[in-house]
């Protein structure tokens, strides 16, 4: 790791003003993406700029909305009565993510803007177009057990591995962004990109941008939800296949659902053709089963991770069969 220069900010402004007077500096908060990072000389910033004095850790309801701070951790978010009652699906989906300790530290605009855990892109003696544009992609061609079936390119086939983005984008939350030229908010679905030709720009935020808080709508998606995630092992372990599974039932029919997959693109992967599908229809397996057949629709496999081609659609079975289950 090399030596850099540590500073602490108070307000928003003074954020924005130290990362712009500065084209190699970073923002670091509980630093559990950033710090590894630079371990491993990813990324090699001159100065950090400390944020956790800014007041961005309030969670609150506010016109029908909860609005959840950048710098709330992930832990008490988890647990927040406000949530748990509000959000379900997103409490458990953060429960899912890394480790309790992880979770203590880690905050929500952390949370968002960490990088793949692609091991072609930590490893600085292999090719990846995502550290270094141009490299190639070292896991096209080599062990992709972990990477993308969906929206991947020739350029990059990582895939985004939070938990609670995967939430969020299923109960179609906006981000509330600061930088020089003022605020702006940014829905989720246009937050994270897919590689194509810029596999290096994980999401639309511009530089010097500072997420300040999330904003989550009301929605009626208080008892059948489920969070699926399959991994190696049960804790510390980053997603094969997960999926959000939101359901708005009348009785057995299917008023509204909201569903997204993890673990299978460099975004989270929302199956808006399959949510249309199942409107109106009755919650049984065989409807879930032609769900997930079209949910597969593209997909592709490169070699190591072919078994997620069998993998997603039956962990789309399970989560909608255990959504539907729930109260």
């Not at 962004?177 to 810029?198: A, M, Q, S, V, Y």
């Not at 399959?230 to 359901?247: E, G, P």
């Amino acid at each position: 790791m090399i030596n850099f220069e540590y500073v602490r900010v108070t307000t928003p402004k003074a954020a924005v003003d130290a990362l712009s007077e500065n084209g190699n500096a970073q923002w670091i908060a509980g630093g559990t993406n950033l710090v590894d990072l630079m371990k491993k000389g990813v990324t090699t910033p001159e100065k950090l700029i400390d944020i956790n004095n800014l007041p961005l850790k309030e969670i609150k309801k506010e016109g029908g909305k909860l609005i959840i701070g950048a710098l709330a951790l992930n832990s008490e978010v988890a647990e927040h009565e406000l949530v748990r009652q509000h959000q379900p699906l997103l409490s458990q989906a953060l429960n899912a993510g890394a480790s309790q300790q992880i979770r203590n530290m880690a905050t929500i605009g952390g949370n968002m803007m960490q990088r793949t855990r692609c091991p072609y892109f930590y490893n600085t003696d292999m090719p990846c177009n995502k550290r270094e544009t141009g490299s190639g992609c070292g896991a096209l061609k080599g062990f992709n057990r972990m990477h993308a079936i969906f929206g991947a390119s020739e350029n990059c086939i990582a895939v985004h591995p939070s938990d609670m983005c995967i939430a969020l984008m299923a109960l179609d939350a906006t981000v509330l962004i600061r930088g020089p030229k003022g605020e702006r908010r940014i829905p989720f679905g246009e937050f994270h990109r897919l590689p194509g030709d810029t596999p290096q720009k994980d999401n639309t935020l511009e530089r010097c941008e500072l997420i300040m808080a999330v904003e989550i709508p009301e929605n009626p998606y208080k008892e059948h939800v489920h969070y699926l995630k399959v991994r190696d092992r049960t804790s510390y372990a980053f997603a094969l296949v997960s999926v959000a599974a939101a359901l708005d039932l009348q009785g057995d029919t299917i008023k509204d659902v909201r569903l997204v997959m993890g673990g299978v693109a460099h975004k989270p992967w929302r199956l808006t053709e399959v949510e249309n599908f199942l409107k109106g229809k009755t919650a049984t397996e065989n409807t879930f089963r032609q769900a997930a057949e079209l949910a597969m629709q593209g997909a592709k496999g490169y070699g190591h991770n072919n078994f997620k081609l069998k993998l997603a659609p039956n962990a789309l079975v399970e989560a909608l069969k255990k959504a539907t289950a729930s109260a």
